[in-house]
Structure formats: structure tokens, C-alpha cells
């Protein structure tokens, strides 16, 4: 019967050897991508007076490729997370909001976005680098899945969850989803919408996911059809935090 280090040792063998397995597959198809990009360009060099029919074709090749392209590079980006040294440390989760949302803001200089973002969040243990990515994903997610609301509205709250837990969620009132969707939305280049309504690869949440893991927390979502959705974080509270929270 194996013993319990014995079941981590395997456990941390298989992940490293998915982590390396992901990263050489996304780098050793980056080649032949190369050559359909580079003979296409080539090609409507060459034959600049093609017919239009040869130039859809061409132009629908060179699009495919592009997202190909995106793809292989956000697998990389995903694999490389488990490489990532973790920096665990008491973390403003309401300061790393406020600096997201200003970076969210910044893609979207037309749309009107009303942010309400609790001040008083208590702190948390986590890596404020990996936790940030966490923040701008699921606040670029409300803001864009609230397209054609004006204003948008982005909400972030907290609440004490299980002992020695903070659990903030964020909500919007967008598109929102049926709720047996949700479990799709954390598969790899899992989307509920196609790209030329709403743009993304579908890395996003899987992404979300597995810096919760390792940042020892979790991720849930839940939506309702045409009236937005509601993302869950839930991660340990920092030491300094416990006495004005869980001991209080």
C-alpha cells in the first residue's frame, strides 16, 4: 500500500510531467503554423490579382492560423503556471481590485462602467501577483459579457465563508448563462458564445481555476440567462486578518 509521500511523489510527477507535456506540444505545432502563415502570404504576394472566391479562402486560412496561434500561445501561458514560484504574503485584496479595474477599464475607453468595490475586504494569504491575474480576468469577463448595458455595473463584496476563509464575489448584469452551462466554462477553450459576438480563446476561467488551486482556494461560477453571473473566490484569510475576523 503506497504511503502518503509516496501518493504526492506521484502526484507531483504527473503533474510536472503534464505541465512539460503542454509546453512542448504548444511549442513543437508553433513551426508548421509558421509555414501556413508564412506560404499564405506568400501566396496572395504573388497572385495579387487572384479571384475574390481565392481570396476568401486564403484570407479564412490566415484567420484560422491567427486563432491557432493565440491558442498554442495561451496553452503555453497555462502550463507555465504550475511552474510559477508561489510568494505567499498578506494580500489588500480591496487596493489589487481597485488597480484592476483600472486596468479593465482602460480596454474598454467607451464603455461606462459603474464599479462598486467593497473598501473593507480583509486581508487574504496569497500571491498578490497570481491573485491580481485572477481579478482583471473576472472583472474583464463582467465588463465584456455586460456589453449593451449602460451603464455596466461590476460588483465586488466579501463575506466570511468557512473558518479562517474570506469568499469575495463579484457579480454583473449581463448576458449571463443557464446554469448547467457553468461547468463547461472551466474546460480548456471552453466558450458559451462565438467569437464574433464576444472575443476570448476560452482560457480564461481554466486559468482562474489553477491559480486558485495552487494558491490553496477555489473558483465558482453561476449565472442566470440575461441577468448576469456571479463569480465566487474563496481563499484563506492572512494571519493579520484572523484576530478582526474569524477570533472577533
Same mark, same amino acid.
Given at each position: 500500500?503506497?504511503?502518503?509521500?509516496?501518493?504526492?511523489?506521484?502526484?507531483?510527477? !504527473?503533474?510536472?510531467?503534464?505541465?512539460?507535456?503542454?509546453?512542448?506540444?504548444?511549442?513543437? +505545432?508553433?513551426?508548421?503554423?509558421?509555414?501556413?502563415?508564412?506560404?499564405?502570404?506568400?501566396?496572395?504576394?504573388? %497572385? #495579387?490579382?487572384?479571384?475574390?472566391?481565392?481570396?476568401?479562402?486564403? @484570407?479564412?486560412?490566415?484567420?484560422?492560423?491567427?486563432?491557432?496561434?493565440?491558442?498554442?500561445?495561451?496553452?503555453?501561458? +497555462?502550463?507555465?503556471?504550475?511552474?510559477?514560484?508561489?510568494?505567499?504574503?498578506?494580500?489588500?485584496?480591496?487596493?489589487?481590485?481597485?488597480?484592476?479595474?483600472?486596468?479593465?477599464?482602460?480596454?474598454? #475607453?467607451?464603455?461606462?462602467?459603474? %464599479?462598486?468595490?467593497?473598501?473593507?475586504?480583509?486581508?487574504?494569504?496569497?500571491?498578490?501577483?497570481?491573485?491580481?491575474?485572477?481579478?482583471?480576468?473576472?472583472?474583464?469577463?463582467?465588463?465584456?459579457?455586460?456589453? @449593451?448595458?449602460?451603464?455596466?455595473?461590476?460588483?465586488?463584496?466579501?463575506?466570511?465563508?468557512?473558518?479562517?476563509?474570506?469568499?469575495?464575489?463579484?457579480?454583473?448584469?449581463?448576458?449571463?448563462?443557464?446554469?448547467?452551462?457553468?461547468?463547461?466554462?472551466?474546460?480548456?477553450?471552453?466558450?458559451?458564445?462565438?467569437?464574433?459576438?464576444?472575443?476570448?480563446? @476560452?482560457?480564461?476561467l481554466v486559468t482562474c481555476r489553477k491559480?486558485?488551486?495552487?494558491?490553496?482556494?477555489?473558483?465558482?461560477i453561476e449565472g442566470v440567462p440575461a441577468? @448576469?453571473?456571479?463569480?465566487?473566490?474563496?481563499?484563506? %484569510?492572512?494571519? !493579520?486578518?484572523?484576530?478582526?475576523?474569524?477570533?472577533?
Amino acid at each position: 500500500m503506497n504511503t502518503l509521500p509516496e501518493l504526492q511523489r506521484q502526484l507531483d510527477d !504527473a503533474r510536472a510531467e503534464l505541465q512539460e507535456f503542454t509546453y512542448t506540444v504548444s511549442h513543437d +505545432l508553433r513551426a508548421p503554423l509558421r509555414h501556413i502563415t508564412g506560404y499564405a502570404q506568400i501566396l496572395a504576394e504573388d %497572385w #495579387p490579382d487572384m479571384p475574390a472566391e481565392a481570396a476568401s479562402h486564403l @484570407g479564412v486560412i490566415t484567420q484560422s492560423a491567427q486563432v491557432l496561434a493565440s491558442q498554442l500561445e495561451g496553452l503555453t501561458q +497555462l502550463s507555465r503556471l504550475g511552474l510559477q514560484p508561489l510568494n505567499l504574503q498578506a494580500v489588500d485584496v480591496a487596493a489589487l481590485a481597485q488597480d484592476a479595474a483600472q486596468e479593465v477599464a482602460a480596454r474598454y #475607453p467607451q464603455q461606462v462602467v459603474q %464599479w462598486q468595490l467593497a473598501a473593507d475586504v480583509p486581508l487574504v494569504l496569497a500571491d498578490s501577483a497570481l491573485l491580481r491575474q485572477v481579478l482583471v480576468q473576472v472583472l474583464d469577463n463582467a465588463v465584456k459579457f455586460s456589453r @449593451g448595458c449602460d451603464p455596466v455595473v461590476v460588483e465586488l463584496s466579501w463575506q466570511q465563508a468557512a473558518p479562517q476563509h474570506c469568499q469575495l464575489s463579484i457579480c454583473d448584469h449581463g448576458v449571463g448563462f443557464a446554469p448547467e452551462q457553468a461547468k463547461a466554462l472551466f474546460k480548456v477553450f471552453g466558450k458559451l458564445h462565438p467569437a464574433r459576438e464576444f472575443a476570448g480563446l @476560452g482560457l480564461g476561467l481554466v486559468t482562474c481555476r489553477k491559480i486558485m488551486q495552487r494558491l490553496g482556494g477555489t473558483v465558482a461560477i453561476e449565472g442566470v440567462p440575461a441577468n @448576469g453571473c456571479s463569480v465566487t473566490l474563496v481563499l484563506p %484569510w492572512a494571519a !493579520a486578518a484572523l484576530p478582526q475576523t474569524c477570533c472577533a
